[in-house]
């Protein structure tokens, strides 16, 4: 027979509960450390998700990847929610321990920017935060080298037919998204007849739920922070609330914002 397997051996919660090592005594330090471990164990879930869904999408099944895609948008729910647990922390508290954190800063999270580049948003930039030959780099290197769920996305729409140019989606490894009016015109035609492009229309309001919790996510991040910090700079040198408030502009599949003024 083999080992028995218990609760607490199956989750490996002694080696997860033992995760959390404060740099002080401070009681508000446990918070910072459990929330962006969790925020990072969510994020592991999303990309898994989008993983599986861009299978599906890739081989032409589009319902079964709706399921993954609802599961994202509902992780995203519970990340932006998180927030409020991090805003009951005051700016005093934070101060408490913040010199203890060195250089280090949300901007180094390899899986944050995973999931950026799989939903689209490519930015190469960011590989400069992760030395060369480390996991984290190979990690987020290989996210920025594959086609992305919007790339999927519309090479499906080309294999159903419409006018989509391949370089809308098969671009040079880690190069950054651009509108495109042909996407755009296509995008209207599903809109406008969502009986014959059911598939598709649904698809495209799964990815826009994706999007919507993204910014949502962003938001609710950009309040909290300048709450607790104000306009300072970020622990890694960052800009902090001023980055912060640029993302919000940023949109992953920005063709399905652009037509609904023009339905």
Known sequence: MGEEVTYGGYLRLK????????????HDELLFVILHQTMELWMKQA????GAAQEEVRSGNLVPAYKHLARVSRIQ??????????????????????????TSSGF?????????AKLGL???SFL????EGGDD???????????????????????AGFDIPKSAYERPAGARYEPIEAVENAWLTVYRDTQKYW???QLAEKLIDLDDAFLTWRHKHVITVERIIGMKRGTGGTEGVGYLQKTLARRAFPELWSLRTKL
Do not use: C
């Open 137 to 159: 780099h190979a990690l987020l290197a290989n996210a920025l080298a594959a086609p992305s769920l919007y790339d999927d996305a519309l090479s499906q729409l080309a294999t």
């Open 128 to 131: 400069k935060y992760h030395p």
């Open 15 to 26: 080696e997860l509960l033992g995760a959390q090592q404060p740099r002080t005594g401070e």
């Open 108 to 116: 180094q999270s390899a899986q944050f920017r995973v999931l950026e």
């Open 47 to 50: 990309i898994h998700e989008i």
């Open 77 to 102: 729910a519970v990340m932006t929610q998180t927030w409020d647990i991090l805003a009951t922390m005051t700016p005093a508290d934070y101060l408490n321990f913040r010199g203890q954190l060195g």
């Open 122 to 124: 490519k930015d190469a």
């Open 199 to 201: 598939a598709l229309y």
